[in-house]
T-cell receptor, first 115, second 111 residues
Framework: AQTVTQSQPEMSVQEAETVTLSCTYD???????LFWYKQPPSRQMILVIR??????QNATENRFSVNFQKAAKSFSLKISDSQLGDAAMYFC????????????FGKGTTLSVSS | KAGVTQTPRYLIKTRGQQVTLSCSPI?????VSWYQQTPGQGLQFLFE???????NKGNFPGRFSGRQFSNSRSEMNVSTLELGDSALYLC??????????FGPGTRLTVL
């Protein structure tokens, strides 16, 4: 069975600084998808960034980028120029290419941003 | 475009009762997935429906069931509620296997 591990329960960063959230996963599959989701306090979960395992190039979305290391089964999220609105719980998630849309989530990392 | 809606937003039940939660997906989305979020277990996949058929199921007891209607709206039912069923239940919709959009959730409290 696949598992997703986020080893940092909490992280903090100052505005305008850069922070990296870690995620490792375990799978025997070669074709899958990885995601980072953001869940602000009392607000809906939204997709931050997505990576297809067959793509070697790391995904980027504005200030958000990932470092995808397939052999090491590592998928970290880098947030550049952090903003107060980035404060949230961040979840790393895995989706098999063989299991519909079912997501396997890590336990999450709470990110706080200070001014 | 309206987002995913879930009703009710908050619910209080007592042990032994049953509950039905509803999810209306984004127009055009035929896949609906359900997740349970608790502080202890985190986010766990319950089941997925696509075109009225259950396509995938997580590791939950048979007390948890769901269904999907022809208009893609979905319901999940929990029978014989236990204290441990207290959680935020999230619904997500997508176009087949595309990006999932989450609803605001239903907060269920079991007393």
């Amino acid at each position: 069975a696949q598992t997703v591990t986020q080893s940092q329960p909490e992280m903090s960063v100052q505005e305008a600084e850069t922070v990296t959230l870690s995620c490792t996963y375990d799978t025997s599959e070669s074709d899958y998808y990885l995601f980072w989701y953001k869940q602000p306090p009392s607000r809906q979960m939204i997709l931050v960034i997505r990576q297809e395992a067959y793509k070697q190039q790391n995904a980027t979305e504005n200030r958000f980028s990932v470092n995808f290391q397939k052999a090491a089964k590592s998928f970290s999220l880098k947030i550049s120029d952090s903003q107060l609105g980035d404060a949230a719980m961040y979840f790393c998630a895995y989706r098999s290419s063989q299991a519909g849309t079912a997501l396997i989530f890590g336990k999450g990392t709470t990110l706080s941003v200070s001014s | 475009k309206a987002g995913v809606t879930q009703t009710p937003r908050y619910l209080i039940k007592t042990r032994g009762q049953q509950v039905t939660l509803s999810c209306s997906p984004i127009s055009g989305h035929r896949s609906v997935s359900w997740y349970q979020q608790t502080p202890g277990q985190g986010l766990q996949f319950l089941f997925e429906y696509f075109s009225e058929t259950q396509r995938n199921k997580g590791n939950f007891p048979g007390r948890f069931s769901g269904r999907q209607f022809s208009n893609s709206r979905s319901e999940m039912n929990v029978s014989t509620l236990e204290l441990g069923d207290s959680a935020l239940y999230l619904c997500a919709s997508s176009k087949r296997e595309g990006e999932q959009f989450f609803g605001p959730g239903t907060r269920l409290t079991v007393l």
